[in-house]
Every structure is written in structure tokens, then in C-alpha cells.
């Protein structure tokens, strides 16, 4: 019990408010009409993990998430969409025994990236399929780049390589290759490859601001492609550094990237604002593996409730200025958002 007496009408100080900001928040109806951002299916990519095994194999620290066997993935991409989801980007899991110091995997043909590209660009004509471009599941090392005997990741090298494996890609049949290795002049040197075997139509998504982060831990963990030794703090971006950005945007804006990206998300969305402030191009953010891990943890032990802080953390990263999500929440987001 409180002592305090009921408020009658006539006890209320009335004063005069000119500026009342609840007006504009009254009802659902007006908060509909005043809403700054929304976010639609169309907004989300969904990345999907595969192995050459039949099974789906589950990831532990991504509830929800498993490395997809062919069937698996079909069901997978069926379902994304009749969902709403009509963008997906592979990441492949290599078996130990296929990878190599040179990472040659990558580009050859018969590589499980390929082959999975075919089957869906013969099955989903209209499906955007995006593929990673980078080393690392398929070297010895977990680098995105080569190794030279002294420990440094050597970059022109490296360049050549990605250019093999972005066209064994478009030779399949891919949208948009997104290379995520951050090596310089990765972008120029695969428009340029492309363009030279006639692929003008394949788009480049570049990973612009790739930040050194420690939130990429359960998706190492899913493809088994951490680096043996070492970090990747030469090639990607000291998470303390902003204008960095933009420098990198300059370059990759030059070299031809049809797409710019932010990743992490959630930890770097003034720099999500910033790429979106000083380019035309669309931007790109990707909520990465740690990101989805820390919400779906919380969701699990009833800490948070996860329709709602799922939704919240992308219409963030989308008031921020992304156009465009790569999220593990892609699906269930995309049912979210129809009911
Ligand atoms: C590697 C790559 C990484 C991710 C996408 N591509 C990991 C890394 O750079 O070590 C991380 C994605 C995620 O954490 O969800 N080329």
C-alpha cells in the first residue's frame, strides 16, 4: 500500500505544451504513418552453409544454423522462398584432406561451390545467388591468403587466385560474387577478370569495411576455418579505425564494385552511416555469426524476447543506412515480417 491519494481531474496542473512528441506516437495507425524505416524479406540475404556429406550437420554455437547436405539445401532454399527470401550466399565447409596450402580447391571446377551453383541456378532460374570469394575454407593455413615461409600473407598472389576461383563461380552460373578476403585491388583485378571472359553481368559485392573481429568465432567454428596461426589483422580492419572505411570505399568504389559492405553490423553502424552518407552505391551490412549467436543465447535462456530484439537490431542496422542484410535471421525474420 501507498499513501498516495487517487488523482482527480480538477488536482491536475494543466500547463502549455506547445512541442508534445507522444501526439505523433498516439496510435498504431499514426506511428504507421510517421514510421522513418522499414524492413521487408526484400532487404535480407541468407547465407547457408554446406559439406559435401548427405546430412545436415548442426552448428552448435548457431542454434537454428547446420552445414547442409544437397538435400538439405533444396529444402532450405525452397522454403527461403516461399518465405519471401530470394537472395542466398554459400559458404562452403572443405574437408580436411581437400585443403592445401595453396588453397587450389577453390577454383577447381568440381569444387562443391560450383557444383551447388549449377544445381540451384538449373532448379531456381530467377534465384540471386551470391558466393564468397576467399581462401580460407580451402587452405591449410585458414588464411584468406597465401603464405609466404616468413608468415606474411602475400597479396598480388593472392589476387590471382581469387580471380580463378570469382570465374569457376560465374562459369556456374552465380549473381554476385562477394569476395571477403580484404587483399588490395581484389575488386579491379576480378571485374577485370570477369569482363575478359565475358561475364560483364556477374555483380561484385565487395567487403569494403571487413573489421578484425571476434565476432566471426562460430562461423570459424562452423567451417573449421580458423587461421592455424596467426590472426587476420593484416588484411582486415582495425575495429578501432572509421575513415579507414572510407578510404577502402574510395578504392572499391573505383575498381568497379557494384555493392559495398559493412560487416560486422550491430558493432560498426557508424560506419554503415558513413558508407551510406558518401556513396551512391547500395550498401550492404552483415550481421555476422557472433552477433546471431549473442541474440539466439539470450533468446534461449528467456532473457530476451527474440521476435522483438531480432527485428530491432535489423531495422537498426537498417535506420543506419544499410539497403541491404546478410543475416542468419534472413528466414525467420522474412516470417516475422508477414505476420
Ligand atoms: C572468410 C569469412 C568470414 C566470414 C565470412 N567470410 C570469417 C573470417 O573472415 O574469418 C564471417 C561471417 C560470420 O561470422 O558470420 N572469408
Known sequence: MNNLQPIHDHDVPRFNLPQRPRRNRATAAIRDLHRGTWLAPQHLVYPL????????????????????????????????????IRTVILFPAIPETLKTPDAAHAWHPDDIVPQTIQQLRERWPELTICSDVALDPYSSDGHDGLLAPDGRILNDETVALLCRQALVHAEAGVSIVAPSDMMD??????????????????AILAYTAKYASGFYGPFRAALDSAPRHGDKKTYQMDPANRREAVRELRLDEAEGADMVMVKPAGPYLDV????????????????????????????????????????????????????????????????????
Open 185 to 202: 585491388g581484389r575488386v579491379g583485378a576480378i571485374r577485370q577478370a570477369l569482363d575478359a571472359h565475358s561475364y560483364q553481368e556477374v
Open 49 to 84: 552453409f554446406i559439406h559435401a556429406g548427405a546430412d545436415d550437420q548442426p552448428i552448435p554455437a548457431m542454434p537454428g544454423c547446420s552445414r547442409l547436405g544437397p538435400e538439405g539445401l533444396l529444402r532450405e532454399v525452397e522454403g527461403a522462398l516461399a518465405d519471401g
Open 272 to 339: 554503415i552511416r558513413d558508407l551510406r552518407e558518401q556513396t551512391p552505391l547500395p550498401v550492404a551490412a552483415y550481421q555476422v555469426s557472433g552477433e546471431y549467436a549473442m541474440l539466439k543465447a539470450a533468446a534461449e535462456r528467456g532473457w530476451l524476447d527474440e521476435r522483438t530484439v531480432v527485428l530491432e537490431s535489423l531495422l537498426g542496422i537498417r535506420r543506419a543506412g544499410a539497403d541491404v542484410i546478410l543475416t542468419y535471421f534472413a528466414r525467420q525474420a522474412a516470417r516475422w515480417l508477414r505476420t
